[in-house]
């Protein structure tokens, strides 16, 4: 198959899948649950849509990709919120410090990022181009902060046995999947250069058509019944570690009410 026919055959996937996505969760009430999930995947689907009707070349594909990569990467940052918040629904003070950690780390995450391309930048540098490095630049340190966000959080999973329901355990794993994916791909386009875009964005796109087909097939309302817990320490330790957890959050908790 062709290489743009393969990028439409995703791109449509995409949004046929983000669409059936989003009526299953209305469907099954979860959109309750998983709000901003729900709206994402509503965007997801007018934002699929726009490019199969336009060359990637024009003008207009331009002013639409500016105008819609902002509102992406709010999505991205809003729904790590709200999974930040399933995973630590009990432990509030802990999710008060993450939330503000997050932010820090990104716009860390983003100056560096925008500093990083800045030599790019030369006095005969088309307008065109300086707006695209400053967009690819904070699209880098949005995704790079979400990925490094989304991986302690699973470690601290991982560390501390904390009981949570199937869902928000495979939604967190998908996300933490995407994430990398779109950090390795940002990166990649950085090293390799925008002549590889195209094979760069397919591989992309497959990774997250892959991310949504699971979602649609295994978030379920049954999944909010089964509970996970990755059994790997004995019952002693697990109690000192929750002890530890629950104190940690306590303290936040308090000096947030400061």
């Known amino acids: ?23 299953k969760l209305l469907r099954t009430h979860l959109y309750r649950r998983y709000r ?7 965007f997801r689907v007018a934002n699929g849509v726009w490019p199969l009707f336009l060359h990637t070349k024009s003008d207009m594909y331009f002013y639409f990709w500016v105008f819609t990569l902002p509102i992406n990467l709010l999505f991205y ?16 003070g802990l999710y ?19 500093l990083s ?7 005969a540098t088309p307008q065109r181009s300086r707006v695209m490095v400053y967009v690819l630049a904070t ?23 904390v009981t949570l329901s199937r869902n928000v355990v495979l939604h967190a794993a998908l996300y933490t999947v995407f994430f990398l994916s779109n950090t390795l791909d940002v990166i990649l386009q950085s090293v390799f ?23 649609l097939l295994f978030l379920s309302p049954s999944g ?30 308090k000096i947030s009410r400061e």
């Open 139 to 161: 699209d880098r340190g949005v995704t790079f902060c979400m990925a490094i966000f989304l991986i302690l959080m699973l470690f601290l999973l991982s560390r501390y046995p």
């Open 36 to 42: 901003v999930l729900f709206w994402y995947f509503v």
């Open 96 to 114: 008060t410090l993450g939330r503000w950690a997050m932010y820090f780390g990104m716009a860390v995450s983003i100056t560096l990022s925008v």
């Open 224 to 253: 909010e019944e089964a509970r996970v817990q990755i059994p790997h320490f004995r019952p002693e330790h697990e109690e000192r570690l929750l002890y530890q957890l629950d104190a940690l959050n306590a303290t936040m908790l």
């Open 193 to 215: 250069g925008v002549h590889l875009y195209t094979a760069i964005d397919t591989g992309l796109m497959g990774v997250s058509c892959a991310c949504l087909l699971t979602w």
């Open 117 to 123: 391309l800045l030599p790019r930048i030369t006095p």
């Open 1 to 23: 198959m062709p290489g743009s026919a393969l990028v439409v055959f995703l791109q449509a996937t995409s949004v046929a899948v983000a669409a059936a996505m989003a009526a």
């Open 77 to 92: 940052v809003w729904v790590v919120l709200e999974l930040c918040s399933l995973v630590l629904e009990r432990h509030k």
